[in-house]
Each structure stands twice: as C-alpha cells, then as structure tokens.
T-cell receptor
Framework: AQKVTQAQTEISVVEKEDVTLDCVYETRDTTYYLFWYKQPPSGELVFLIRRNSFDEQNEISGRYSWNFQKSTSSFNFTITASQVVDSAVYFCALSELAGKLIFGQGTELSVKP | DSGVTQTPKHLITATGQRVTLRCSPRSGDLSVYWYQQSLDQGLQFLIQ???????AKGNILERFSAQQFPDLHSELNLSSLELGDSALYFC?????????????FGPGTRLTVL
C-alpha cells in the first residue's frame, strides 16, 4: 500500500536557523510523483514542488531545497535561514494513478523571532 | 491565490442536516478533487472528477456524493450530517487529472456540525 510518513509532528526553530523536514514514502509503483505543500495559518494549501521518480536531482528554489533519494525512499525539504513567515504546516504527498494525493500527517514548523 | 474558488467559506449546521459545498476550478482545468482535513484523519482524498465523469474514489462515505457539471464546477453534497463530519473540505483542480499534474487547492470550506 502507498503511504507517506512525516515523523516530525512539530519543529520549533529560531529565525535564521536552517531546518529540514523529513518525508519517507512507500510505493510499489516504478513511476510516481512526490509533492510538497505548505499550509500557513490562514488555512489554504500552497503547492511548493513536484518531483518525479526518475529525477533524483536535488532542487533549489531560493531558500528552499529538496533532496530526493530513491534508495532510502525519502524526499526531504530544507529551509535555509528560516524566517517567521515560514511558520506553517508542511505536507509531503505521493501521487497515485489518476492523481489522487496521499498526504503525510504534516509537520508543523514554528519559526520564532 | 490559486484560482480555485470555494463557497461558502464557513458553514455551521446541525446533526442530521444536508449541505452542499461548491467549487470552481482554475480556468482551463478539467479535473476536480475533493479532500477532507480533520484532526484525527489528516488530509484524506474523497473523490475525483474529470470533465464531468467520476475518475477515482477514496474513502468517501455513502452519505456523501459529488458531481461535476458541464461548466466544470463541482459540488460536494453531505447528508445526514454527524458531529464527526466537522472538518475542512478542500477542492483542488488540475489540468488533466493525471498523476504528474500538480493540484491547486481552493481556500477550503470549514464545516461545523453541532
């Protein structure tokens, strides 16, 4: 069965610290897609990144970077020099056939000034 | 702003009642998804439509039903409401509904059943 595990329920850091959010997934498919979404206190879900199973290149977007490792079934997300505006719940998700998203339980990140 | 709209934003109702949640996808998107977010279950997929046809079904209760209309907007109907149905209901849309499409989420409808 497909499953996404975000073992860190809550993380608290001080502004400017780097923080890594872990995501481990299980799937039997050889082709699959992984996503990260951000849910700020306002409640909406904001798409951050998509990664397909054939592309293990790390990706960097500003202060955000993602490390995809098929060997360990992980797709971790790092925020460099965190800011208070990064405070949110972050969800990792795996896409099944037909596009149904399977979400992890989410990691609540609190960045304190 | 994702371009996906949902109405109403908040809904308070009583047990046993029926409600309808509405979603308009982003312009050009043919596929609509419904998800439920609750404290105990997390974010759960309910159902997906593509161009008016049901494409995939999750753990959607029999008391819940949905449809996608010719203009591509979708409605989620929840009936015989129970306290446990209180949750945030999200609609999302994507271009073709395939697994590689990113899904863009609406702001959600917060349902409170008293």
């Amino acid at each position: 069965a497909q499953k996404v595990t975000q073992a860190q329920t809550e993380i608290s850091v001080v502004e400017k610290e780097d923080v890594t959010l872990d995501c481990v997934y299980e799937t039997r498919d050889t082709t699959y897609y992984l996503f990260w979404y951000k849910q700020p206190p306002s409640g909406e879900l904001v798409f951050l990144i998509r990664r397909n199973s054939f592309d293990e290149q790390n990706e960097i977007s500003g202060r955000y970077s993602w490390n995809f490792q098929k060997s360990t079934s992980s797709f971790n997300f790092t925020i460099t020099a965190s800011q208070v505006v990064d405070s949110a719940v972050y969800f990792c998700a795996l896409s099944e056939l037909a596009g149904k998203l399977i979400f992890g339980q989410g990691t609540e990140l609190s960045v304190k000034p | 702003d994702s371009g996906v709209t949902q109405t109403p934003k908040h809904l308070i109702t009583a047990t046993g009642q029926r409600v309808t949640l509405r979603c308009s996808p982003r312009s050009g998107d043919l596929s609509v998804y419904w998800y439920q977010q609750s404290l105990d279950q997390g974010l759960q997929f309910l159902i997906q439509y593509y161009n008016g046809e049901e494409r995939a079904k999750g753990n959607i209760l029999e008391r819940f039903s949905a449809q996608q209309f010719p203009d591509l907007h979708s409605e989620l109907n929840l009936s015989s409401l129970e306290l446990g149905d209180s949750a945030l209901y999200f609609c999302a849309s994507s271009t073709t509904g395939d697994s590689y499409n990113e899904q863009f989420f609406g702001p959600g409808t917060r349902l409170t059943v008293l």
